[in-house]
């Protein structure tokens, strides 16, 4: 459906694309995270045509898109912040695309109820956008974008102005909409949480270029380098040394699994992996700040000229702030990463 070759885009020196190789199937929903700055949505906007790149093709369907206009691309596009017309009620919204397509009245208003039926928002053709909650706003901004039937749906941040909650709801909505309809999607974000159960595939960029592509559990499971496990929000991350099933750290000796590359290298150990035991045995730590995560307790580990240790365990489990304990690692959730991105 969509192929980017080599797709660069320059502002002064520079490269906030640099390079980019990247394809999305027909019916796939794949979603580009990074932090500020890595590129995300100037590749939507060239995705989109509202960029030209600098180097590289675009195309869709196999179609080179080089000086292809924005409204002949037969994509959809919804932002953060929806861009509704304030002044024209739900309906007149959805409409707006079909309209300017010259589709009958008839069909418009068909297929006007036929989407707010599908976005959960029914016989609200007549209502003020002035009057819809943000969720409700949303799902009209959605409805619009896929009133003309694109063959590709461009999502910028779409969630990012709602409350965790109400994002949560929608995302899980979203998901089984679009495997409804087939809709191919390409959707960016910063949230991690949101496109990890948004998408079939997930871009990590950095610096205007693709640190890692792969289906939510392959990057969860195995970062390609010490950067995507941080952004991933992975903070137990070290240089090492593996030689055998043992990896040599600050922290001392951290069992590995069997088979993993051997040398110098950047170990990920998450948080589940760090057992907190009796202070006769393992690492000694005073325990820091714990913070509840809803169904486990972060604590932080302070070891004694090494970096702080995040753990994870049951409320039941976890120790006062100010002890003493020992800690271990589990081999199963340590993970070996190049130590060069």
Do not use: Y
């Not at 089984?176 to 960016?188: H, I």
């Not at 640190?211 to 559990?217: D, F, K, R």
């Not at 006769?280 to 702080?308: E, I, K, S, Y």
């Amino acid at each position: 459906m969509l192929t980017l070759e080599s797709a660069t885009v320059r502002f002064g020196e520079r490269a906030a694309l640099d390079r980019v190789d990247l394809e999305v199937a027909e019916h796939e929903i794949v979603c580009v995270l990074g932090p500020s700055g890595s590129g995300k949505s100037t590749l939507l906007r060239v995705v989109a045509g509202l960029h030209p790149p600098d180097g590289g093709r675009v195309l869709l369907d196999g179609a080179d898109q080089a000086g292809v206009p924005v409204h002949r691309r037969g994509l959809g596009l919804m932002f953060q912040d929806h861009q509704l017309f304030p002044h024209r009620d739900v309906g007149a919204n959805v409409a707006f695309g079909l309209r300017m397509r010259g589709v009958s009245r008839r069909d418009q208003e068909r297929r006007v109820g036929e989407l707010l039926d599908l976005v959960g928002l029914p016989g609200s053709e007549r209502r003020a956008v002035a009057a819809l909650s943000g969720g409700e706003q949303q799902r009209v901004a959605l409805a619009r974008a896929l009133a003309p039937s694109p063959k590709l749906l461009m999502l910028d941040e779409p969630l990012g102005q709602l409350d965790r909650g109400l994002r949560e709801r929608l995302v899980v909505e979203l998901r089984t909409l679009f495997g409804r309809l087939g809709t191919t999607v390409l959707a960016v974000t910063h949230d991690q949480g949101e496109a990890f159960a948004l998408a079939d595939r997930v871009v990590v960029m950095r610096d205007g270029r693709i640190a890692q592509v792969g289906t939510p559990l392959e990057v969860w499971q195995q970062p390609a380098s010490a950067f995507v496990a941080r952004f991933l929000g992975f903070d137990n991350v070290v240089e090492a040394t593996v030689a055998g099933t043992a990896a040599d750290t600050v922290w001392g000796k951290v069992p590995v699994p069997e088979g993993s590359p051997q040398g110098a290298c950047d170990l990920l150990v998450r948080p589940a992996g760090v057992r907190i035991g009796s202070p006769d045995g393992g690492l000694r730590c005073t325990v820091g700040t714990r913070t509840f995560r809803g169904n486990h307790v972060a604590v932080q580990l302070m070891p004694v000229g090494g970096p702080v240790l995040e753990a994870e365990c049951a409320l039941r489990d976890a120790p006062d702030e100010g002890a003493t304990v020992g800690v271990g690692f589990d081999a199963a959730e340590t993970v070996v990463l190049p130590a060069v991105f």
